[in-house]
Protein backbone atom coordinates (compact mmCIF):
# COMPACT_ATOMS: atom_id res chain seq x y z
CA UNK A 1 0.00 0.00 0.00
CA UNK A 2 1.10 3.30 -0.86
CA UNK A 3 0.34 6.10 1.65
CA UNK A 4 0.09 10.27 0.48
CA UNK A 5 0.04 12.25 2.89
CA UNK A 6 -0.01 16.16 3.03
CA UNK A 7 -0.49 17.36 6.37
CA UNK A 8 -3.21 18.61 8.72
CA UNK A 9 -2.82 22.15 7.84
CA UNK A 10 -3.61 23.06 3.84
CA UNK A 11 -4.66 20.37 1.07
CA UNK A 12 -1.84 20.23 -1.41
CA UNK A 13 -4.28 19.42 -4.42
CA UNK A 14 -1.19 19.57 -7.13
CA UNK A 15 0.23 16.35 -5.48
CA UNK A 16 -3.05 14.78 -4.51
CA UNK A 17 -4.32 15.40 -8.26
CA UNK A 18 -1.06 13.66 -9.84
CA UNK A 19 -1.04 10.59 -7.54
CA UNK A 20 -4.47 10.10 -7.77
CA UNK A 21 -3.58 9.64 -11.99
CA UNK A 22 -1.10 7.13 -10.84
CA UNK A 23 -3.17 5.38 -9.09
CA UNK A 24 -5.32 4.53 -11.68
CA UNK A 25 -2.63 2.66 -13.45
CA UNK A 26 -1.37 0.33 -9.88
CA UNK A 27 -2.18 -2.67 -8.69
CA UNK A 28 -2.16 -1.73 -5.07
CA UNK A 29 -4.33 0.12 -3.16
CA UNK A 30 -3.10 3.99 -2.18
CA UNK A 31 -4.92 6.10 0.58
CA UNK A 32 -4.42 9.81 0.71
CA UNK A 33 -4.85 11.94 3.86
CA UNK A 34 -6.11 15.06 1.84
CA UNK A 35 -6.82 17.65 4.80
CA UNK A 36 -9.71 18.14 2.28
CA UNK A 37 -13.26 16.98 1.58
CA UNK A 38 -12.59 16.13 -2.69
CA UNK A 39 -13.50 13.14 -4.90
CA UNK A 40 -10.13 11.42 -6.46
CA UNK A 41 -11.66 8.25 -7.74
CA UNK A 42 -8.05 6.06 -7.66
CA UNK A 43 -7.55 7.37 -4.34
CA UNK A 44 -9.29 6.17 -0.63
CA UNK A 45 -9.44 9.61 0.75
CA UNK A 46 -9.38 10.00 4.62
CA UNK A 47 -9.58 14.22 4.74
CA UNK A 48 -7.90 13.85 8.49
CA UNK A 49 -6.55 11.09 10.73
CA UNK A 50 -6.03 10.73 14.20
CA UNK A 51 -2.53 9.67 15.48
CA UNK A 52 -3.34 6.67 15.86
CA UNK A 53 -4.75 5.73 12.18
CA UNK A 54 -2.19 7.50 11.01
CA UNK A 55 0.78 5.46 12.65
CA UNK A 56 -1.27 2.53 11.73
CA UNK A 57 -1.59 3.67 8.06
CA UNK A 58 2.01 4.74 8.31
CA UNK A 59 3.37 1.34 9.69
CA UNK A 60 1.60 -0.53 6.90
CA UNK A 61 2.94 1.39 3.97
CA UNK A 62 5.07 -0.01 1.85
CA UNK A 63 6.08 3.98 0.52
CA UNK A 64 5.12 7.01 1.47
CA UNK A 65 4.76 10.05 -0.60
CA UNK A 66 3.68 13.46 1.29
CA UNK A 67 4.56 16.73 1.42
CA UNK A 68 7.90 17.93 3.06
CA UNK A 69 6.76 17.78 6.60
CA UNK A 70 9.13 17.21 9.27
CA UNK A 71 6.31 15.27 11.49
CA UNK A 72 6.08 12.95 8.21
CA UNK A 73 9.52 12.46 8.11
CA UNK A 74 10.63 11.61 11.34
CA UNK A 75 7.55 8.85 11.37
CA UNK A 76 8.68 7.13 7.84
CA UNK A 77 12.08 7.23 9.73
CA UNK A 78 11.11 5.62 13.04
CA UNK A 79 9.40 2.69 11.25
CA UNK A 80 12.04 2.06 7.71
CA UNK A 81 8.95 3.29 4.98
CA UNK A 82 10.95 4.55 2.16
CA UNK A 83 9.93 8.32 1.58
CA UNK A 84 9.22 10.24 -2.07
CA UNK A 85 8.98 14.35 -0.59
CA UNK A 86 7.55 16.83 -2.80
CA UNK A 87 7.81 20.02 -1.45
CA UNK A 88 4.66 22.85 -1.64
CA UNK A 89 5.80 26.06 -3.17
CA UNK A 90 5.21 29.34 -2.53
CA UNK A 91 5.02 30.49 -6.14
CA UNK A 92 1.90 28.41 -6.88
CA UNK A 93 0.19 29.66 -3.96
CA UNK A 94 0.85 26.01 -1.44
CA UNK A 95 2.27 27.60 0.98
CA UNK A 96 3.73 31.43 2.33
CA UNK A 97 6.82 30.33 1.88
CA UNK A 98 9.57 28.30 0.56
CA UNK A 99 10.37 26.81 3.71
CA UNK A 100 9.63 22.87 2.76
CA UNK A 101 11.96 23.68 -0.35
CA UNK A 102 15.03 24.13 2.14
CA UNK A 103 13.80 20.94 4.26
CA UNK A 104 13.99 19.09 0.90
CA UNK A 105 17.70 20.17 -0.11
CA UNK A 106 18.59 19.60 3.78
CA UNK A 107 17.17 15.91 3.85
CA UNK A 108 17.80 14.92 0.16
CA UNK A 109 20.64 11.94 -0.36
CA UNK A 110 19.76 10.56 2.80
CA UNK A 111 18.88 6.80 3.09
CA UNK A 112 15.06 5.89 1.96
CA UNK A 113 14.58 9.65 0.94
CA UNK A 114 13.94 11.07 -2.69
CA UNK A 115 13.06 14.41 -3.90
CA UNK A 116 10.14 15.05 -6.69
CA UNK A 117 10.67 19.10 -8.01
CA UNK A 118 8.83 18.03 -10.21
CA UNK A 119 5.37 16.22 -10.26
CA UNK A 120 5.11 15.24 -13.70
CA UNK A 121 8.59 12.85 -12.61
CA UNK A 122 6.48 11.44 -9.89
CA UNK A 123 4.95 8.90 -11.84
CA UNK A 124 8.31 6.79 -12.80
CA UNK A 125 9.48 7.10 -9.59
CA UNK A 126 6.56 5.55 -7.84
CA UNK A 127 6.28 2.63 -10.20
CA UNK A 128 9.95 2.51 -10.60
CA UNK A 129 12.91 3.97 -9.02
CA UNK A 130 11.43 4.28 -5.50
CA UNK A 131 14.24 4.55 -2.86
CA UNK A 132 15.49 1.77 -0.61
CA UNK A 133 14.15 1.57 2.76
CA UNK A 134 16.13 3.41 5.38
CA UNK A 135 17.42 1.90 7.87
CA UNK A 136 14.87 1.77 11.15
CA UNK A 137 16.19 5.13 12.90
CA UNK A 138 15.58 5.26 16.76
CA UNK A 139 17.87 6.40 19.73
CA UNK A 140 20.78 8.55 19.38
CA UNK A 141 20.62 8.61 15.46
CA UNK A 142 16.71 9.49 15.68
CA UNK A 143 17.82 12.43 18.18
CA UNK A 144 20.66 13.52 15.97
CA UNK A 145 17.93 13.83 12.79
CA UNK A 146 15.78 15.43 15.25
CA UNK A 147 18.40 18.28 16.74
CA UNK A 148 19.20 18.70 12.81
CA UNK A 149 16.49 19.45 11.68
CA UNK A 150 15.46 21.50 14.74
CA UNK A 151 18.66 23.82 13.94
CA UNK A 152 17.53 24.04 10.35
CA UNK A 153 14.13 25.31 11.14
CA UNK A 154 14.71 27.20 13.86
Known amino acids: MIFVTVGTQLPFPRLVREMNRIAGGLCEPVIAQTC ?3 RYPNLIVEPYMDAIRYGDVIERARLIV ?3 GIGTVLAARQVGVPLILVPRRAELGEHRND ?3 GTVRQLVGR ?3 QAIWDERKLARTVMNDHPPPPAIVSGPELDGLVT ?3 SYIG
Do not use: S
Open 66 to 68: AHA
Open 36 to 38: EHA
Open 99 to 101: HQI
Open 111 to 113: DGI
Open 148 to 150: TLR
